[in-house]
């Protein structure tokens, strides 16, 4: 019933929101946010896409809906795990949640990134002069699908604990870009391996996994030293809990992000090693999303 009201209300808001959407991304621009990223939010306020792009994208539609039709027992994932102690030093690895199960429904309709933020992802990678595009959390692949798809040529390395999803991302992403890479690891280890590989080289680095917020500070400090500037580092999930939001806060803080906009699901920072203060926007109004309302605490999934 909720689900059916929003997709109801979705069309009207939009229409209700545009112009001052327009002139929301006209004062981002204006304070600094590259131009080559304005169709992106664009696209976060007017969701439509040229027939080109509907063609590159359709076979991950295709991925998503072959997902929910799957009858074989469903691989299982990290979990976030609860919020840590607000003293933890995040410089230690944190411990990753539970590995546990999930059903195909709710891999294909929850854990995937939706088709809309899918098309928001792509879109970032396609406008941005990109080198290597990181991803913790690949899941089944589905959003390293659609920044791959988004610039194929760039390196694309994704990084996914359970073996299962891992395999199933691999064979995804290999339909749409053979040369992207999945490494089937946990966090740290994979960012020990890769890091000193990939060293100033980052330029669009995606978080999606163990969404809590020592962890997620802890994954930017270990990311930051190896990226270009003006890297793009998209924060999935800063509603997730209260703890994730509050990360969110004090990565719309740091000295090291020059802008930081909250799109009511992702956060977006554009990173400048000594930036002095970053602008901050927050854009969660003009997406329709609305997942500004937080979990309850003890829903770690
Ligand atoms: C939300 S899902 C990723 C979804 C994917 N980005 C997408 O939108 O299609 C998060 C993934 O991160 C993995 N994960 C969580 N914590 C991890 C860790 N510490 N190391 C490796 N993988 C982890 C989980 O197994 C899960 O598959």
Redesign the pocket.
């Known amino acids: 019933m909720r689900e059916l009201l929003k997709t109801l209300l979705r069309r009207p808001y939009r229409l209700l929101f545009r112009v001052p959407a327009q002139h929301a991304i006209q004062r981002m621009v204006a304070d600094g946010l590259p131009a080559e990223l304005m169709p992106a939010f664009r696209y976060l306020a007017q969701p439509s896409v040229p027939a080109s792009d509907k063609r590159i994208l359709a076979p991950i539609k295709g991925f998503r809906a072959a997902l929910r039709h799957r009858t074989d027992p469903p691989p299982?994932?990290?979990?976030?795990p609860p919020p840590q102690p607000s003293d933890t030093p995040h410089t230690d690895p944190p411990p990753?949640?539970l590995?546990r199960p999930f059903s195909w429904e709710l891999i294909a309709n929850k854990?995937?990134?939706s088709h809309y933020w899918?098309v928001f992802l792509f879109l970032c990678a396609k406008r941005k002069p990109v080198q290597t595009i990181l991803?913790?959390?690949?899941?089944?692949?589905?959003?390293?699908c659609y920044l791959t798809a988004g610039n194929p040529g760039a390196q694309l390395i994704t990084?996914?604990?359970?073996p299962q999803?891992a395999a199933m991302a691999e064979a995804n992403l290999s339909a749409i870009n053979p040369r992207a890479r999945v490494v089937n690891?946990?966090?740290?280890n994979?960012l020990d391996e890769w890091l000193p590989k990939l060293s100033g080289t980052l330029d669009i680095v995606?978080i999606?996994?163990?969404h809590e917020r020592i962890?997620t500070l802890h994954y930017f400090e270990r990311i930051k030293p190896h990226l270009r500037p003006s890297a793009l580092v998209i924060f999935?999930?800063i509603h997730w809990s209260d703890d994730m939001h509050r990360a969110w806060e004090e990565l719309a803080r740091s000295r090291d992000v020059s802008f930081a906009i909250n799109t009511g699901r992702y956060g977006i920072c554009l990173c400048q090693p000594g930036a002095s203060r970053p602008r901050v926007h927050d854009f969660s109004r003009y997406t329709t999303d609305w997942r500004k309302e937080k979990r309850p605490r003890n829903e770690f999934w």
Do not use: I, K, N, W
């Open positions: 299982g994932a990290f979990t976030s990753p949640g590995l854990t995937c990134v899918g991803e913790l959390g690949s899941g089944v692949g589905m959003s390293a990084v996914e604990g359970s999803r690891a946990m966090f740290d994979a995606h999606d996994g163990q962890s999935d999930d």
